[in-house]
């Protein structure tokens, strides 16, 4: 490393930056604690009286706690969701990329060419075909749509077939395991870091899902955090009394970013590993 | 179901460590192969309830029109024709195009300074400063567009001093653009950088000893050897603002007179089939932007095939 100036303007560049993406969360942590008077009269980035209990009592109560409903359903829709939708794409990743059956290349290609169908332009006919089997305004109708990952099962039959060698299942196979067996007692174990990343990647999407539950559901004990912080906003934006004011909407915000920044920072490694397997190398 | 029960039992039999008969290694591919369909099976089933039924589906009823007095019509490709001269749609359509012309090269230049900026560096404020440009990625669109909301608001956002409406006619593509900057700037950084990171050191440890400053190094080295990287990045990016949606959908209530029920093509769908029940229609809008967004990502995936995932 030479130069001590450039790594100083390097330096300044990052700090400017660092505030841009980091300012909107302080602003959240900061208006969290404000009453809805402070968060309109006092300045905005910096504490004023402190009222972050009342707020969190407050959310917890409004509208009969449905705040709390709609956390359940968040937490409830990205665990099965996730877990259905990974423990799908292993099967699928590794029947492509260890197993020979009739259809296999031409069932892989049907997905490789669908893989950049975009998500909206499906959630209305979605909508519609679930709405003639009777099961819109359920919980299925966000979860079976999600449950669909086939960049998953990409990424996953990529995995397999780079860093599963054919001995070892070959190994298992002499051994007597059944093809089941050597599915979940050697190749599951390899297929591990994989795994983790297709997981958290597909709850995070589903814990973030707005578009989907948006259409497919009106009734609001069914709301995911998303579409119902979004119906207490549009409601305080027009004025409504007797719904959520801002400052528990606000605070909501705040405990539905929690366990995405949690989830975050000690899962690093499997975030990025995310990003970059399979993309660019 | 019954045949693959039976596999774990006949398996052992088929795979002899010296390869058995040509029955056993017939059983063995038999059993390999309903093996290979059970596992793909619910993938498979999914991939046709929840992508081509609804494909399908989709272009079916964009081709016929419902009317009170004559029910459900054929009619061939009316809806598509109609689509294309209406100028709602046309509105929408130029306003997503200039959107990602001007928002995506910004974000993707902030992206690749913030990327070849934490290749150089490696102090520890460089390793902090990857974590918060990444953060904003891990948080919900509707909620990051909350906060940037409230930030734009003259009575509880801290910019009111500069006296500017950040919701106004003139403005709030702009405002918009800046969240989905926020929003995904890290996310490209993080492409960006682990492209950087997969280059050769040696390329540019000769330029340095050359005298070549590290700001030289950056752009005349660096960036066109990921240029393939930059490419895609941006490509990405420019198709996923054509299905604009969320983000304009939270902020209109902020100002309805700026943000329109057509501000997007995919908002107009979803506004004609939901609000009007105009769901041929609406089928149609989304169907041609489908096919859009469907047929660039792979003539850009081809032109670029080489370097990209899809090998």
């Known amino acids: 490393m030479n130069l001590k100036k450039g790594s100083v303007a390097a330096h300044v560049v990052m700090g400017l930056m660092a505030i841009y993406f980091l300012l909107p969360f302080w602003w959240l942590l900061v208006a969290a604690t404000k009453n809805n008077e402070g968060l309109f009269q006092s300045a905005s980035l910096w504490f004023s009286d402190f009222h972050l209990i009342d707020n969190l009592k407050v ?9 709390v409903t709609w956390l359940r359903n968040s937490a409830f829709y990205a665990v099965v969701s996730g877990i259905g939708s990974t423990v799908i794409s292993a099967l699928a990743g590794y029947a492509f990329a260890k197993l020979r059956f009739p259809g296999r290349n031409a069932l892989f290609a049907l997905l490789l060419g669908l893989i950049m169908v975009p998500a909206t332009a499906l959630v209305l006919p979605t909508y519609l075909l679930m709405s003639q089997a009777n099961m819109v305004d359920t919980i299925w109708a966000v979860i079976l749509p999600s449950l669909l990952n086939p ?58 899902n707005f578009f989907l539950p948006l259409v497919m559901l009106s009734d609001d004990q069914l709301y995911p955090l998303t579409v119902g912080l979004r119906a207490w906003y549009m409601s305080a934006i027009m004025g409504n009394s007797g719904g959520a004011t801002f400052n528990v909407i606000v605070t909501g915000a705040l405990i539905a970013i929690v366990p995405l920044i949690a989830a975050f920072l000690m899962l690093q490694r499997y975030w990025r590993g995310g990003l970059t397997l399979g993309s660019v190398k | ?58 272009f079916k009823i964009s081709l016929y029109r419902s009317t009170l007095i004559e029910g459900e019509v054929f009619a061939w490709f009316d809806n598509y024709k109609q689509a294309i001269d209406d100028p709602l749609v046309r509105e929408g359509v130029v306003r997503v195009l200039v959107f990602g012309l001007i928002q995506t090269p910004v974000m993707i230049v902030l992206a690749l300074v913030a990327a070849l900026l934490i290749d150089a560096a490696t102090s520890r404020f460089s390793r902090f400063f990857r974590l918060a440009a990444f953060v904003p990625y891990a948080v919900p669109v509707v909620i990051g567009t909350l906060m940037w909301g409230f930030l734009y608001s003259d009575s509880v956002g801290p910019f009111a001093w500069t006296g500017i409406d950040f919701t106004s006619t003139g403005t709030v593509l702009a405002s918009l653009g800046n969240i989905v900057t926020w929003q995904w700037a890290g996310y490209n950084m993080i492409v960006l950088y682990a492209a950087l990171q997969g280059l050769p050191r040696e390329t540019y440890e000769s330029a340095r000893i050359d005298g070549a400053s590290e700001v030289q190094i950056a752009l005349r080295i660096k960036t066109p050897m990921i240029g393939s990287a930059l490419v895609l990045a941006t490509l990405f990016t420019i198709m996923g603002t054509l299905q604009f949606f969320t983000e304009p959908l939270i902020l209109q209530p902020l100002n309805p007179g700026a943000i329109t029920t057509h501000y997007t093509p995919n908002i107009y769908a979803y506004q004609q089939a939901f609000s009007f ?3 041929n229609y609406s089928a149609a809008i989304s169907f041609l932007l489908g096919a859009v967004v469907f047929v660039g990502s792979y003539i850009f995936l081809f032109a670029t095939r080489k370097r990209s995932a899809l090998q």
């Open chain 1, 59 to 67: 959310l917890f109560e409004q509208d009969n706690g449905v705040y």
């Open chain 1, 151 to 208: 960049f998953g099962v990409y990424l996953l039959r990529v995995y397999v077939a780079d860093s599963v060698p054919e001995e070892m299942l070959e190994a298992a196979r002499i051994d007597g395991a059944g093809e089941v067996r050597v599915f979940t007692s050697v190749a599951l174990p390899a297929m591990k870091p994989a795994l983790v990343t297709v997981l958290l990647f597909s709850m995070v999407a589903s814990w973030n």
């Open chain 2, 1 to 58: 179901m019954t045949e693959v029960q039976t596999s774990p039992t006949a398996a052992p039999a088929a795979v002899g460590p010296s390869g058995g008969t040509a029955g056993t290694r017939r059983a063995a591919r038999l059993k390999e192969a309903a093996t290979g369909w059970l596992f793909v099976l619910p993938f498979a089933v999914l991939l046709i309830a929840f992508l081509l039924l609804p494909m399908a589906y989709a």
């Open chain 2, 277 to 279: 029940q105009q769901y």
